[in-house]
């Protein structure tokens, strides 16, 4: 997937979970979820990395305002597997976000940008989208 998947104008308020299928394909280097105002501004970038950006089988959370990065927040539990179907839930709250990986294991990742409502949405990189839940 060249260019990923884009929604906006989502309006998701706090208590809101979005859920992402996928399949990672056997080659996978890293893909990319994003939830944010726009592209320029993300309250959460979660990027599992397989092989990319000088990391291996690292999960990379950060934000992004004004088209600047903040600190990265490194994880090493790792439970995405290339030639697999993917699951992530991505559930915003006020104060921050807890993503739920596919083994079960969550990230708590701070809502640095104090966003009240989501309104974008990106998925990009080497996964190939099945479904999109909002609940």
């Known amino acids: 997937m060249a260019n990923g998947m884009v929604a906006s104008n989502l309006e998701l308020q706090p208590g809101s979970c979005v859920k992402i299928v996928g399949d990672i394909p056997p080659d996978a280097k890293c893909f990319r979820l994003n939830l944010g105002k726009d592209e320029l501004n993300l309250a959460l970038h979660f990027n ?56 079960g294991s969550q990230i708590s990742f701070p809502n640095r940008l104090n966003l009240e409502t989501i309104n974008f949405l990106q998925v990009s990189g080497d996964f190939k989208l099945k479904s999109v839940t909002f609940e």
Do not use: I, Y
């Open 48 to 103: 599992p990395r397989f092989n990319a950006c000088d990391d291996t089988n690292t999960v990379v959370c950060n934000s992004r305002q004004e088209g600047s990065w903040g600190a990265e927040q490194r994880e090493s539990n790792f439970p995405f597997l290339p030639g697999t179907t993917a699951e992530v839930c991505m559930l915003f709250e006020t104060t921050h976000f807890t993503v739920k990986m596919p083994d």
